[in-house]
């Protein structure tokens, strides 16, 4: 499959996709153009039979995404600031609710765009030189691409509003203490820890990671009975699979088990 873009690298190697956000003399900032992108990419991976997982990360070493792109921004009214963040939200919405494992592999700052992509994707490992933050206020503007509803889901509304409000940055140590990153490595081997920790995902029944995600992803915006609910209908939903028949005869035998995703 062609993914051709101007501002995004995407390779294809052992199930797993890599998408790169590749502006590196803009810190990899978003700009509308991009955020199309990013829209477009995740929804042809979403459908690419040869892609099990996806790990989305910048271009170099000094940042992951340092924020959206701020010429852009200074130019925009009213009108055309709700419709950015529309757009913004609309782009991350999709990574969010991917069927697919997304990783983000934060390799420096993520600030602003960059901390609300982060926070979009569903599990988060980060270098030991990155920065997590939300400095909007500083520019007399709020998150606006899901910054002030998906955080408070993952570290709480005290931590989430401490970010929001004094606009500081979260070192990557502090952000495994919170929950707000599985994991810290060194910058060499973050894309290697991002690549094992998929494979450990990828390992498992497909159809059975896809309903956890989905039943978790979804029910975290339910009511507790109607999660509750949702979880024993994909539940079921396992127990007719194919998968779930092959994985449960492999351990019962002792061996391996080769699921197929049906």
Known sequence: MDYACENLLVDVADRIATVTVNRPDKLNALNSDTERELQDVFLALRDDDAVGGIIVTGAGTKAFVAGADIAELSGL?????????????TTFTRIAQCPKPVVAAVNGYALGGGCELAIACHLRVASENARFGLPEVQLGLIPGHGGTQRLARI???????????????????????????????????????????????????????????????????????????????????ACGTEDMKEGTKAFLEKRKAEFHGR
């Open 77 to 89: 009214g009213a009108t055309q600031g709700k419709e950015f963040a529309f757009q913004g939200q």
């Open 155 to 237: 570290v709480g509304l005290g931590r989430a509003l401490e970010m929001a409000l004094t606009g500081r940055m979260v070192a990557a140590e502090e952000a495994l203490r919170w929950g707000l990153v599985n994991a810290v490595a060194s910058p060499d081997a973050l894309l290697d820890t991002a690549r094992e920790l998929l494979g450990q995902i990828l390992s498992k029944g497909p159809l059975a990671v896809q309903y956890a995600l989905e039943a978790t992803l979804r029910g975290s915006d339910m009511s507790l009975d109607d999660g509750l609910y949702m979880e024993a209908t994909l539940f079921g939903m």
